[in-house]
């Protein structure tokens, strides 16, 4: 339920925002300022409060002001990582002896980092299926949480959480809403538009795109938590390099582009897999037989995003059968790069909840579908299904 978010400037946003041609040279990329310090004018004299790259960088600035335009947010912090921004939004927000409530089919480092981090250091964890209104009500009434932690579409199952209904309700009780849109990007889904107090990504996914280069961001529209983000930042360090913040700009400028066709080749490779007699289940939001379905088609703008799990019949050796016999599709964890990548989530990226409430099935294998021609994704998938030889 978005409101006043104009997708259609979003493609000229993602190429002109922050990207003024150089003052001195008119270099109509701006240039990388590969530099850790700043010559001073005199004693605190600095140019453009520029003093010492962990505290400000003028690429970063760059990467900072595109993404916030992209966005439609106040402001965008950029990262070292993704995990570094779900660091900095918590540890800059929460206290010792608050709640958080996480949703039960999340990114497994998120998982990890709560659970091994800050769990030891104080707060206090409760996991939830955060799709089910019902379920989160009944925790929020049970006690107070400062944030509940929302990932849509999720990480390896792809469910579907309505962000303006959750948000409501989180609001109810005083409770900020986090919502995590890597996997949907700032083309297909705004959050802040629909009532989340604040969004993180790992822009090393579909931001970034060309998977070369680690780094995450936050995106808040509220100056209060931006100075506590931006003070965390400096003190602890977590900060991008100029040339990773110089790549992810690059990126960003074609995601428009990028994103819609991950989506349709997506879209062309669930339907064919829904009639593939060695599946089981295909979970893709864009599939009418998906239970998220009319959520996500209201929700998202454009496409249903570009990964798609599914469970084989025969359970897990032909699962993993079929990600190591994949010849377009590399088995690589990570996902949102041009190029398709498959794997097997309990065994690799989901390997750190094994035996926890966000277990994952073991016939399950994800797919990252690139921005290859269609057609052979799906000639490799076919290929790599026929478990008989
Ligand atoms: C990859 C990922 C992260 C972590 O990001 P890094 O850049 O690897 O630190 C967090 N959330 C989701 C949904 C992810 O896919």
Avoid at 74 to 91: E, F, H, K, N, P
Avoid at 223 to 241: M, R
Avoid at 328 to 354: C, D, K, Q, R, W
Avoid at 369 to 378: A, F, Q, R, T
Wanted: without cysteine; charged residues 20%; negative net charge.
């Amino acid at each position: 339920m978005a409101h006043n978010f104009d997708d259609s400037a979003l493609a000229t946003r993602a190429i002109h925002a922050g990207q003024e041609p150089d003052a001195a040279t008119g270099a109509v990329v701006p240039p990388i300022y590969m530099t850790s310090t700043f010559k001073q004018d005199g004693v605190g004299k600095m140019r453009g409060g520029y003093d010492y790259s962990r505290s400000v960088n003028p690429t970063r600035d760059v990467f900072d002001a595109q993404l916030a335009a992209v966005e439609g947010a106040q402001y965008a912090v950029a990262l070292s990582s993704g995990l570094a921004a779900i660091d900095v939004l918590l540890r800059s927000t929460l206290q010792p002896g608050d709640s958080i409530l996480l949703g039960d089919d999340v990114y497994g480092g998120t998982y990890r980092l709560l659970s091994k981090v800050f769990v030891p250091w104080g707060i206090h964890l409760e996991v939830v299926d955060v799709t089910d209104l019902d379920a989160v009500r009944s925790k929020l009434s049970e006690r107070h949480f400062a944030v509940v932690w929302v990932e849509t579409p999720s990480n390896p199952l792809l469910r579907i959480t309505d962000i303006w209904a959750t948000a409501s309700l989180a609001h109810e009780f005083g409770t900020k809403i986090v919502v995590d849109n890597t996997f949907a990007s700032p083309v297909l889904q705004h959050p802040l538009d629909d009532g989340a107090d604040a969004v993180v990504y790992s822009t090393t996914k579909y931001i970034g795109g060309h998977s070369d280069v680690v780094g995450g961001a936050i995106l808040l529209n509220d100056p209060q938590v931006y100075e506590k983000v931006t003070f965390l930042q400096n003190a602890a360090g977590a900060v991008p390099s100029p040339f990773d913040s110089w790549l992810t700009t690059r990126g960003l400028k074609t995601l428009d582009m990028r994103v819609k066709r991950h989506s349709a080749n997506a879209l062309a490779l669930a339907q064919h897999l829904e009639n593939a007699p060695q599946i089981e289940r295909v979970l893709y939001p864009g599939l009418e037989s998906h239970p998220g379905h009319d959520i996500a088609a209201r929700q998202m703008h454009g496409g249903f995003g570009g990964v798609l799990s599914v469970q084989l019949k025969d359970g897990l050796e032909a699962a993993k059968t079929f990600v190591s016999r994949t010849k377009v599709f590399t088995l690589a964890e990570s996902l949102g790069g041009v190029e398709s990548l498959i794997e097997h989530p309990a065994a690799m990226t989901h390997a750190s909840v094994s035996g926890t409430a966000l277990q994952v099935p073991d016939n399950l294998v994800r797919l990252s579908v690139g921005i290859e021609s269609v057609d052979d994704l799906i000639e490799d998938i076919d290929q790599a299904l026929d478990l008989r030889s």
